[in-house]
């Protein structure tokens, strides 16, 4: 069955370094989202990408963030300067087409990023 | 805010039990969906219901949807051990967007 791939699975890194999440989403998929869940906590939106540009973004979506689909294969999300708070769950998604109802979304496995 | 809502926050059950949550949301939808969420992993998808359907099954899943009273529901039969698992709604907003309830935490004890 095709499945969403993330890597790394974990991701140490200093406050104030970059990082580069990768996400190979399932390959006839058109739809790519990136989401986050801190602890424990909800599973919150951060930007939704179709056709080589963002199609919606959240507030969390600041300009410490950017996505990229470098190859037609895969997506990624950097994160510029990291701070304590971006420490979370990162979950890269992809659809055919949500709003449709045709099918749903196939998520990763995730990115567990810790800033220190 | 158009996030969903889930309620109970927790659930605790015996195996054999059916465990039931509910979802409510705020903005009109295309469709509704549930997600489970095993302990640090991925999202896995459950069912999808669309704004036209009163109910729709899946094994030992039933989902339920009321649009007058933008609310959803999520009965699990015969609940067994690995069934424990956070559950979360999700809904649109947006053009391309999921939105996430608050989850459900369901513990199913042998």
């Known amino acids: 069955e095709p499945e969403v791939t993330q890597t790394p699975s974990h991701q140490v890194t200093q406050m104030g370094q970059e990082v580069i999440l990768r996400c190979v989403p399932i390959?006839?998929?058109?739809?790519f989202y990136w989401y986050r869940q801190i602890l424990g906590q909800k599973v919150e939106f951060l930007v939704s990408f179709y056709n080589n540009e963002i199609s919606e973004k959240s507030e969390i979506f600041d300009d410490q963030f950017s996505v990229e689909r470098p190859d037609g294969s895969n997506f990624t999300l950097k994160i510029r300067s990291t701070k304590l708070e971006d420490s979370a769950m990162y979950f890269c998604?992809?659809?055919?087409?949500?709003?449709?109802?045709?099918?749903?979304?196939?998520f990763g496995q995730g990115t567990r990023l810790t800033v220190v | 805010s158009q996030q969903g809502e889930e309620d109970p926050q927790a659930l605790s059950i015996q195996e054999g039990e059916n465990a039931t949550m509910n979802c409510s949301y705020k903005t009109s939808i295309n469709n509704l969906q549930w997600y489970r969420q095993n302990s640090g992993r991925g999202l896995v998808h459950l069912i999808l219901?669309?704004?036209?359907?009163r109910e729709k099954h899946s094994g030992r899943l039933r989902v339920t949807l009321d649009t007058s009273k933008k609310s959803s529901s999520l009965l699990i039969t015969a609940s067994r051990a690995a069934d424990t698992a956070s559950y979360f709604c999700?809904?649109?907003?947006?053009?391309?967007?999921?939105?996430f309830g608050t989850g459900t935490r369901l513990l199913v004890s042998p």
């Open positions: 219901i669309r704004s036209n359907e």
């Open positions: 999700a809904t649109f907003s947006g053009f391309q967007k999921l939105v």
């Open positions: 998604a992809s659809s055919e087409a949500l709003r449709t109802g045709r099918t749903e979304a196939f």
């Open positions: 390959s006839n998929h058109l739809y």
